[in-house]
């Protein structure tokens, strides 16, 4: 049984920065890769970034809306995952979620992730 606990949302002014953590447990945590999503009400459910697994030297990919500002780490000692958003823009605010995928990689679908978060808000005021 794997769960995953995030934390660090809130409110913050455009062009601020924000650091979501999301802690594990239950499962080899360096095995699997690791992403964050965000969904905001009335649409689907967004990739935002995504870490592979310590034998995949832990390549990081991130949507295009992201790459640049976001920074995707873990740390698999203390089976964390973090998403560092800098340069935060209004579009940004969602709820955010973290997930495991129970492979080394994947891709950036929503169904290849099989464990999930609560979700943490975050909003971005103007």
């Known amino acids: 049984q794997v769960q995953l606990v995030e934390s660090g949302g809130g409110l913050v002014q455009a062009g601020g920065s924000l650091r979501l953590s999301c802690a594990a447990s239950g499962r080899t945590f360096s095995s699997y890769c690791m992403g964050w999503f965000r969904h905001v009400p009335g649409k689907e459910r967004e990739f935002v970034a995504a870490i592979r697994s310590s034998a995949e030297n832990s390549y990081t990919y991130y949507a295009d809306s992201v790459k640049g500002r976001f920074t995707i780490s873990r740390d698999n000692a203390k089976k964390m995952v973090y998403l560092q958003m800098n340069s935060l823009k209004p579009e940004d605010t969602a709820v955010y979620y973290c997930?495991?995928?129970?492979?080394?990689?994947?891709?950036?679908?929503?169904?290849?992730?099989?464990?999930w978060g609560q979700g943490t808000q975050v909003t971005v005021s103007s």
């Open positions: 997930a495991l995928n129970l492979n080394a990689v994947a891709g950036t679908r929503v169904y290849e992730f099989a464990y």
